[in-house]
């Protein structure tokens, strides 16, 4: 199918996006990478009447260090140029193994983080992660800049905080503290399609081994990235054995998660495969934990 | 009458310049205001991968980007890879391994496969495959597909 | 006999045409002065269509028309019968309901066209589409099998007493005494469901009348060129001269694009007609899940009657078939299943009764294997439940009932979908899976690496299914090649192609002949105004049955040029040979001439011929097989699967095939590759998922997951050689065999990898959501015992 007719800008600055935005608001749709928006816009289930392309704002594309010793990503930023850039891997290598999971190489030339955060598809990588590493989002309009944490981001389905005038600019990954593990642990029909269910874990120990803190975010989980917190709350103190991981992916999979049922698996499946993801997940993620110690 | 824009796009090394409306797909453009109808539409929503072009380079679907989108780029098709008396090494190769049958799908793995052979050209299979993950073809099972990509890494390393 | 083309690994004619972009597909002609159309499809399932009201998209700017079936006034009727019941067969049942061109009072299935809004452009027509008001007044809808049949269910004709579309039964031998004598007694109730076709290529149609030379041209994206060109004719009233239908490349078949008429076959050349002016229908990837039929859905209630000692005694197999809102396509699915039912083995008696049912869903006719999986399906299923029963090893048992060599020609006494009697023609079964189970290493995996994976918590399954292939039907095809005053061999048929590489293989055939390069020959193909004559490309009979036609005619010119080159170079006929382009006389190589100086010759500008002498150096040539040539083939497969999340990976996968004589190596196991790519699809991947109200929940590639690159395995192929005594080639079809048998093999090596649960696979697709459920049914199950 095709598109129906919208008016169309192309602003070269935040500034002239934030100022088009402001005078049209409701009525306008921001396109970023669009490799959401437009499938959509194609099945006509989407008729924005304005969009707002930021496809020219050169500003809005870069990986640096943050002071923090993390990550800023600027939203018009590609997910192939985060998938290719050394200091991401470094920086952030949860965001960045999880490049080559986001669909195929030719919607990741196009694709951007601002946009999949945006998006707030609760099925994508990018929301759950930027959630598990404590990120957080810098959202500019007309009115002023706000940083949002990526906790208090998310709303539900494709809802986000973002105001009609208002545009995420940038993602703040913050570093992992010494002796931290990750793992990002998904099942899906096909390796590049959206995860029946994934979860990604953080994980510290101290100086004895034992766990000073976890993180555990789910994908496909709920009506937006879900955050076992109880879960992780039930790590803290513990040495890492299978009896803990087990018990936090029994308290995540069946007191925390809210998944839902639809085509490709049912809430009853998802729930069975989130409690051995998480297994997988802590398992991995306490064994890199342990090899920084040994390395630090 | 709806508004349209006035565009300079260089396509296979050739500078265009058209006005279209906004909504125009670029593979409508290229197909259809430009006549190159080797890029092929097969489902219009970005997962098929019969579309792929090259912007600047890239491969990007161009039934997810407007034309107008693609202003000032440089698109390669698959028009822009060799000619029927002299093919492409890529092109060669598909052929030589019966890369393609019903050859719906190709035009779009070609132009992914010339970009990922210029960043990665010794690929492996694995890497391979994962390359052409957003490719669909109906009619190979890929495996000539993966041989003809390897065959033409061989002939474009020399 | 000594080749030197057919059987060799040559490269395809067609490629570099396909390779640079500058083949042509429906969607790439252009003509001035083209309008573009878009079609308003029915949101419900079954519903009465109150009142479409038109006038607002009519008034849209850039609509230059919008029609409903009202306004196609006596022009709308329905499509013709593609295929009728068998005449051959007692108290058969068959209730002819065909599609429509736009949907009148009544709405059958979801996505059925309502309306046609033809304009400036798609973009045009698509927002005119939505102006559209459209009254409906919803029906219950009728999806399930087995209610449909009920009394009180709703019915999707009217006119009809029940959903019954037809029944037919058939009878070999004496099923019940056979079970009188049985050791055994196997039953099980198998559920298949449908999939899509799904060919890259959408459908398309471009319509051009000519008002001055009254000339209509049509480029449709079809199997079958020459029946939608007489159809059309008919349906318009013109002769068929009048009307050209090129099938130019086309994007994949897979078996829909052969249904006919569609509503927009109907609707586009009228509406053309109509307006003076050329119009242009391509069909997008939400529209084919809606508009293009599909095909699989059964349900199947079987038994098998055993001895003691592994011999089938007989089969018997009632089954229900889902032929969605109409059944142009009459009754050829079912009864592909019914004629695989037995697979290759030699099963004296067999007892089946099919009943078709309509729905509320998408026409169902042939898609790649056609009724055939189903009946491979059903028989290997009951072949693995039947040596579980037995304790027997289920590659033993499989080999106790295979037809010997020897007893070929094998008589069914059954018909099949041509109607003739169901004969397989010739075979060696065991060899083939002897070649598979050598290939596979079935002794030591079974014996060796299993035992030892196990032990390692690995659950890695192997599975081993042989399968056989009615190919190469009938009525006919037809080819005329001509040698050209160049001394290049231009060859024409009726066909159409899809990507089967017509365009090498019959080049190959006329090339052996000829003494000419294989890239000297041009193929023309699905063109009605190259070729009058011919039916189309399906049922795997492009290679056998056209191709047949191919090498009589080859050899018809064959002979031409040697008679003719006889008097030229005066010299007997068996002293020459035909190479490189010309004649020469053996052993005196500067005695020769070239063909091309020879088709002048043939074709003389001036001076008297001989009279009964044919101009030119050309022969036409017709070839109908007597009946179907049967392929046949086993497949292996060595799977692996996470037992938690029911993630797959195949780590090895063989397939011994036989196909007769192999015309080209590479081109047939590229059938091969795909066939068995689709079949990995409907074993574990593809599935239509319909809501309680008719509406297909997965119209999009995002969510109907064809197999991708990454899933796909290595495939292994050995080939075996059994030629076909019926046709000179020696040829069987390949098309369809390589999607045939997976789903079954898929099933068994499940099983087999998941051996300490008691996991019993009776339907396809399967999913890792529906194993997950069916794990637990099992462990549940035991849990009770």
């Not at chain 2, 992914?112 to 052409?132: G, H, Y």
């Not at chain 3, 069909?283 to 859905?297: I, S, V, W």
């Not at chain 3, 080639?729 to 990898?753: D, H, S």
Request: charged share 25%.
């Amino acid at each position: 199918m095709k598109p129906a007719p919208f008016e169309y800008f192309a602003p070269a600055s935040t500034d002239e996006a934030l100022s088009l935005l402001a005078e049209h608001g409701y009525d306008a749709k921001v396109l970023a990478g669009g490799q959401s928006l437009i499938p959509m816009m194609n099945f006509r289930l989407v008729q924005p009447s304005i969009l707002v392309d930021l496809n020219n704002i050169a500003e809005l594309a870069y990986i640096r260090e943050g002071d923090d010793g993390g990550l800023r990503i600027g939203a018009m930023t590609r997910h192939r140029q985060v998938e290719t850039s050394p200091l991401a891997a470094e920086r952030a290598p949860l965001i960045h193994v999880a490049m080559s999971k986001i669909a195929y190489p030719q919607v990741r030339t196009r694709g951007t983080f601002g946009g999949s955060v945006s998006h707030a598809d609760p099925s994508a990588e990018l929301p759950a992660l930027s959630l598990a590493l404590g990120g957080k989002f810098r959202l500019r309009s007309q009115r002023g800049e706000r940083w949002v944490a990526a906790e208090d981001f998310f709303v539900s389905l494709f809802t986000t905080v973002l105001e009609p005038d208002e545009l995420l600019v940038e993602a703040s990954i913050p570093p992992m503290p010494p002796r931290s593990g990750w793992s990002l642990q998904e099942v899906a029909r096909r390796p590049h399609d959206f995860a029946l269910m994934g979860v990604a874990a953080v994980v510290t120990l101290n100086e004895k081994g034992v766990c000073d803190g976890a993180r555990l975010v789910f994908i496909s989980a709920g009506d937006r990235p879900i955050a076992a917190e109880r879960a992780a709350e039930s790590l803290k103190g513990q040495a890492p054995s299978s009896k803990v991981m087990e018990e936090a992916a029994e308290i995540a999979s069946m007191q925390e998660i809210d998944p839902s049922s639809d085509i490709h698996a049912t809430a009853e499946f998802r729930r069975h495969l989130a409690n051995v993801l998480t297994r997988r997940a802590l398992e991995q993620a306490f064994q890199r934990a342990a090899e920084t110690k040994q390395e630090g | 009458m709806p508004t349209t824009f006035d565009l300079t796009i260089t396509v296979n090394g050739t500078r265009y310049e058209r006005s279209v409306e906004p909504r125009t797909l670029l593979s409508d453009f290229l197909r259809h205001n430009l006549g190159l109808t080797g890029t092929h539409v097969g489902c219009e929503h970005g997962v098929c991968g019969a579309c792929s072009v090259l912007m600047d380079g890239q491969p990007v679907r161009s039934c997810l980007m407007f034309a107008v989108q693609a202003h000032g780029h440089e698109i390669t098709t698959v028009e822009g890879l060799g000619t029927r008396d002299e093919l492409h090494p890529i092109q060669q190769a598909f052929q030589e391994a019966h890369g393609l049958q019903c050859g719906f799908c190709t035009p779009g793995i070609l132009t992914t496969v010339k970009a990922f052979l210029e960043q990665n050209p010794n690929p492996s299979e694995e890497e391979i495959r994962e390359a052409l993950s957003g490719n669909l073809c109906r009619c190979t099972g890929y495996q000539h597909i993966i041989e003809a990509v390897e065959l033409a890494a061989e002939k474009m390393r020399g | 006999m000594d080749r030197k083309l057919i059987g060799k690994r040559v490269v395809r004619n067609e490629d570099p045409r396909l390779l640079t972009g500058h083949a042509q597909f429906v969607d790439d002609v252009h003509l001035p002065g083209m309008l573009h159309a878009a079609f308003l499809r029915s949101e419900y399932a079954h519903a009465r269509l109150l009142k479409v009201d038109v006038s607002k998209a009519r008034q849209h700017p850039g609509v230059v028309a919008v029609f409903t079936a009202e306004d196609m006034g006596k022009d709308w009727f329905p499509g013709p019968p593609l295929v009728s019941p068998p005449p051959t067969v007692k108290d058969v049942v068959f209730h002819s309901r065909r599609q429509v061109p736009l949907a009148k009072d009544k709405i059958r299935h979801a996505g059925e066209a309502i309306a046609v809004v033809i304009a400036e452009s798609r973009y045009i027509a698509e927002d005119a589409v939505e102006e559209i008001e459209v009254e409906y007044e919803p029906l219950p809808v009728v999806l399930d099998l087995e209610q449909a049949l009920q009394p009180d269910s709703p019915l999707v004709h009217d006119d009809l007493e029940s959903n019954l579309a037809a029944r037919l039964s058939q009878k070999k031998g004496d099923y019940e005494a056979a079970r009188r004598q049985a050791d055994v007694i196997v039953k099980r109730r198998i559920v298949i469901e449908r999939g899509a076709a799904a060919a890259m290529e959408n459908r398309g149609i471009v319509a051009h009348w000519d008002a001055q030379s009254e000339h209509l041209t049509i480029w449709d994206t079809t199997q079958a060129p020459i029946p939608i060109r007489n159809g059309t004719a008919a349906r318009l009233g013109l002769s068929e001269h009048q009307v050209r239908v090129i099938a130019p490349f086309i994007g994949g078949g897979f078996g829909p694009k052969i249904m006919m008429f569609y509503p927009e076959e109907m609707v586009i050349p009228w509406a053309a007609k109509q307006l003076n002016r050329p119009v242009k229908w391509i069909e997008d990837r939400r529209e084919n899940f809606y508009a293009t039929t599909q095909e699989r859905g059964q349900i199947h209630d079987v038994e098998m009657a055993l001895s003691r000692d592994g011999r089938v005694l007989g089969l018997k197999d009632d089954f229900l078939h889902d032929t969605g809102a109409y059944d142009p396509y009459g009754l050829t699915i079912p009864l592909n299943t019914q004629s695989h039912n037995m697979g290759g083995y030699d099963i004296r008696n067999y007892s089946s009764e099919f009943k078709v049912v309509f729905t509320n869903r998408i026409i169902a006719t042939p898609v790649r294997g056609a009724g055939r999986p189903h009946g491979i399906f059903v028989i290997e299923r009951m072949m693995d439940a039947a040596a579980r029963e037995l304790g027997m090893d289920p590659i033993e048992l499989r080999k106790r009932n295979l037809i010997p060599p020897d007893a070929f020609p094998y008589e069914h006494q059954i018909i099949d979908q041509a109607f003739a009697p169901l004969i397989l023609d010739s075979g060696n079964y065991k060899a083939v899976v002897d070649k598979a189970l050598e290939i596979i290493g079935y002794e030591k995996f079974i014996k060796e690496e299993q035992p030892r994976l196990r032990r390692e918590g690995k659950y890695v399954g192997i599975g081993v299914v042989p399968f056989i292939e009615t190919t190469g039907v009938g009525p006919y095809e037809g080819a005329r090649v001509t040698v050209e005053a160049s001394g290049k061999v231009n060859v024409t048929t009726g066909i159409g192609t899809q990507g089967q590489g017509h365009f090498t293989s019959f080049a190959q055939i006329v090339a052996e002949q000829l003494g000419v390069k294989v890239s000297d020959v041009r193929i023309v193909t699905g063109d009605t105004s190259e070729f009058h004559w011919g039916t189309g490309t399906f049922a795997s009979r492009g290679a056998v049955v056209a191709g047949s036609a191919v090498h009589a005619a080859a050899k018809s010119v064959r002979q031409k040029v040697l008679k003719l080159a006889s008097k030229v170079l005066e010299a007997p006929e068996e002293e020459l040979e035909l190479e490189d382009g010309a004649v020469r006389v053996a052993d005196i190589p500067q005695k020769s001439i070239s063909l091309g100086e020879l088709a002048v010759l043939a074709n003389p500008l001036r001076g008297a011929v001989e009279p009964g002498t044919e101009p030119g150096l050309e022969s036409t040539s017709y070839y109908g097989p007597q009946y179907g040539a049967t392929a046949f083939g086993t497949h292996a497969m060595i799977l692996e699967v996470d037992p938690q999340t029911m993630m797959i990976k195949i780590r090895r996968y063989v397939v011994a095939e036989d196909c007769g004589t192999v015309l080209n190596p590479l081109i047939l196991e590229g059938q091969i590759h795909g066939g068995v790519s689709m079949g990995l699809g409907n074993a574990y991947y593809e599935k239509l998922h319909v809501d309680e109200n008719g509406q297909l929940l997965n119209a999009s590639f995002a969510d109907y997951l064809l197999v991708s690159s990454t899933e796909m395995p290595r495939i292994e192929v050995a080939h075996l050689e059994t030629p076909s005594p019926l046709n000179e080639l020696g040829a069987k079809g390949v098309g369809e065999a390589g999607a045939i048998p997976v789903p079954a093999l898929f099933a068994q090596a499940l099983e087999n990898a998941f051996y300490d649960r008691k996991l019993e696979v009776l339907e396809m697709p399967l999913s890792p959501n529906r194993l997950f459920e069916l794990l637990r049914e099992a462990q549940e199950n035991e849990k009770s015992v």
